[in-house]
């Protein structure tokens, strides 16, 4: 997001004065949705109209195994739902109106450990997860639907979980940009103990926001819940984008005071 500031002369009577412009780079933020398995990009559109309200680009897409590739539901996998989203990451990055510096990554459940493995091959800024799934890094081929076949996987969601022994709580771990981490209050699908795991896990992220949403279960059935899980993260998201935008401006503004005074305008001021 590089804030431009540029020096204008401002006609009156018959003399000038000067001004500074002081305007927002002509790229924007971009926002990248990620849905839950069994959800689409549907789930996502309204939180994505809201971020847009902030000044943000937005993309949601659909998973393949999804709506129009449901055909898939029984054999797609992880690497290729993961596939799908560093497509999705490398199409929108590249749009002219997207700041590649300045990208969120917001995901759901299985969407989330997926936005997780992310960070690993994309720089990512900020990085909003709600109910993270957890799976374990055995079986990384089989089909996706087959992991929940595991017997151990309801006790294995339960207990603390070293990020050394995760491939997602590894990349959790490095991962140096800002987070939101939601919880739902009566989640048996993602319990407590796995966004514990996940915040430990974020011990090097520049900022850690954790929230939960009362009354919540996994799929914030009730509109209630998902109003909060709404305004939650689109406040998170204009906080970081307008910290983001202030700080590159104070800046820009420090760097034209610098200039100046080694010209030696303004000096004694």
Same mark, same amino acid.
């Given at each position: 997001?590089?804030?431009?500031?540029?020096?204008?002369?401002?006609?009156?009577?018959?003399a000038?004065?000067?001004?500074?412009?002081?305007s927002?780079a002509p790229? &924007?933020?971009? /926002?990248?949705f990620v849905h839950g398995?069994?959800g689409? %990009?549907?789930?996502?559109?309204g939180?994505?109209r809201q971020?847009?309200?902030?000044g943000?680009?937005c993309?949601t897409?659909?998973?393949?195994?999804h709506?129009?590739?449901?055909?898939?539901w029984e *054999?797609?996998?992880r690497?290729q739902?993961l596939?799908?989203?560093?497509a999705?990451y490398?199409?929108?990055?590249?749009?002219p109106?997207?700041? #590649?510096?300045a990208?969120?990554v917001?995901g759901?459940?299985y969407?989330?450990?997926?936005?997780?493995?992310? *960070?690993?091959?994309?720089p /990512?800024?900020?990085l909003? &997860?709600?109910s993270?799934?957890? !799976?374990?890094d %055995?079986?990384? @081929?089989?089909p996706? =639907? =087959?992991l929940? +076949?595991d017997?151990?996987?309801?006790?294995?969601?339960r207990?603390p979980? #070293?990020w050394? +022994?995760?491939?997602?709580?590894?990349a959790?771990?490095?991962?140096? $940009?800002?987070? &939101?981490? /939601? @919880?739902? @209050?009566y989640?048996e699908t993602? #319990?407590?103990?796995?966004?514990?795991?996940?915040? *430990?896990?974020?011990?090097?992220a520049?900022?850690?926001?954790?929230?939960?949403?009362?009354g919540?279960?996994?799929a914030?059935?009730?509109k209630? +819940? %998902?109003?909060? !899980?709404?305004? /939650?993260?689109?406040?998170w998201?204009?906080?970081?984008?307008r910290?983001?935008? +202030? =700080?590159?401006?104070?800046?820009?503004v420090?760097?034209?005071?610098?200039?100046?005074r080694?010209? $030696?305008?303004?000096?004694?001021?």
């Amino acid at each position: 997001m590089d804030i431009r500031l540029d020096p204008v002369e401002i006609a009156v009577d018959d003399a000038q004065v000067c001004g500074t412009v002081l305007s927002p780079a002509p790229v &924007l933020p971009g /926002v990248l949705f990620v849905h839950g398995w069994g959800g689409s %990009q549907e789930h996502d559109l309204g939180r994505a109209r809201q971020a847009a309200g902030i000044g943000c680009v937005c993309l949601t897409f659909d998973l393949r195994g999804h709506e129009r590739t449901a055909a898939q539901w029984e *054999t797609v996998s992880r690497p290729q739902n993961l596939e799908d989203l560093l497509a999705a990451y490398d199409w929108f990055a590249s749009r002219p109106n997207v700041d #590649p510096g300045a990208i969120a990554v917001v995901g759901i459940s299985y969407g989330g450990y997926l936005a997780s493995l992310l *960070t690993e091959q994309r720089p /990512v800024r900020w990085l909003a &997860l709600r109910s993270p799934a957890i !799976y374990k890094d %055995q079986g990384w @081929e089989l089909p996706k =639907r =087959r992991l929940h +076949e595991d017997p151990d996987l309801y006790a294995f969601r339960r207990r603390p979980l #070293p990020w050394q +022994e995760n491939r997602a709580l590894r990349a959790c771990r490095a991962f140096a $940009g800002d987070v &939101l981490l /939601v @919880e739902a @209050e009566y989640d048996e699908t993602v #319990p407590h103990p796995v966004i514990d795991n996940y915040a *430990t896990a974020f011990s090097r992220a520049g900022s850690l926001t954790r929230r939960r949403i009362a009354g919540a279960d996994h799929a914030f059935s009730g509109k209630p +819940e %998902q109003k909060a !899980y709404t305004d /939650v993260l689109v406040g998170w998201l204009t906080e970081m984008v307008r910290a983001a935008r +202030e =700080r590159e401006a104070g800046e820009k503004v420090a760097e034209r005071k610098r200039a100046r005074r080694a010209e $030696g305008v303004g000096a004694g001021r």
